[in-house]
Every structure is written in structure tokens, then in C-alpha cells.
């Protein structure tokens, strides 16, 4: 375990794909990506919930987060979120970490 990741996630991608009412590409479903994924949740500004993940996670702007637990298996936060932006946190050896800014959404298939 990456020290400082105490929390475990479920990553979900987009799967079908429509076209909103703007012209937009929308999802329409989401596939199970990973599970059981390293990450630490931060709930400390409810508007701006944040998560870290590893750097070699594939995640993208649309994916979900959902699930979140401890190691233990205790829930911390059903979820779901949707990952608006990534940013990547350099270290000394290179990216680090992604940080995800999220959206707490209601249901997993909101857009």
C-alpha cells in the first residue's frame, strides 16, 4: 500500500455514448474499470470533495469513483462521483500522484 492512499475505491468508465440535447456527447452507461483501487477520499470542503489516486491509475474527466472504503472493508462514502479534472502531483522521482477534483453526483449514470 501507497502510505497515505487508506482508502479503497471503484473506478467506473463511460460504456455507451449519445448525444445530449446541445449537441454534446453524453454517457449513457458505465463498466466496472477496477476495483479494490488505492485512494484517499477528502470530504474536508463539501463543496470540493477531492480523492488521490496513484499516478499509473488509468483515469479520465467523465470516469465515476464509487465505493469507498477502508482496508477494513467500513464504508467511508457510497458515492457516486464524477471526476471532473486530474491533476498530476510531481515528486522528487517523477508523477506521484493524480488528484481528482469531484462532483457528488445522485445516481451513477448523471451526467
Given at each position: 500500500m501507497i502510505?497515505?492512499?487508506v482508502h479503497r475505491c471503484t473506478v467506473w468508465?463511460?460504456?455507451?455514448?449519445?448525444?445530449d440535447a446541445y449537441g454534446q456527447p453524453a454517457p449513457t452507461s458505465f463498466a466496472t474499470a477496477a476495483t479494490d483501487v488505492?485512494?484517499?477520499?477528502?470530504?474536508?470542503?463539501?463543496?470540493?470533495?477531492?480523492?488521490?489516486?496513484?499516478?499509473?491509475q488509468s483515469l479520465g474527466p467523465g470516469d465515476r469513483l464509487t465505493d469507498v472504503q477502508?482496508?477494513?472493508?467500513?464504508?467511508?462514502?457510497?458515492?457516486?462521483?464524477a471526476v471532473l479534472s486530474i491533476e498530476r502531483?510531481?515528486?522528487?522521482?517523477?508523477?506521484?500522484?493524480?488528484?481528482?477534483?469531484?462532483?457528488?453526483?445522485?445516481?451513477?449514470?448523471q451526467t
Open positions: 502510505r497515505g492512499l468508465t463511460p460504456a455507451g455514448q449519445a448525444t488505492p485512494c484517499r477520499l477528502s470530504l474536508i470542503d463539501a463543496d470540493r470533495p477531492l480523492a488521490l489516486l496513484r499516478a499509473e477502508t482496508p477494513a472493508g467500513q464504508s467511508v462514502d457510497p458515492g457516486p462521483f502531483l510531481v515528486g522528487r522521482a517523477g508523477v506521484a500522484f493524480q488528484r481528482c477534483q469531484l462532483q457528488r453526483l445522485i445516481s451513477l449514470d
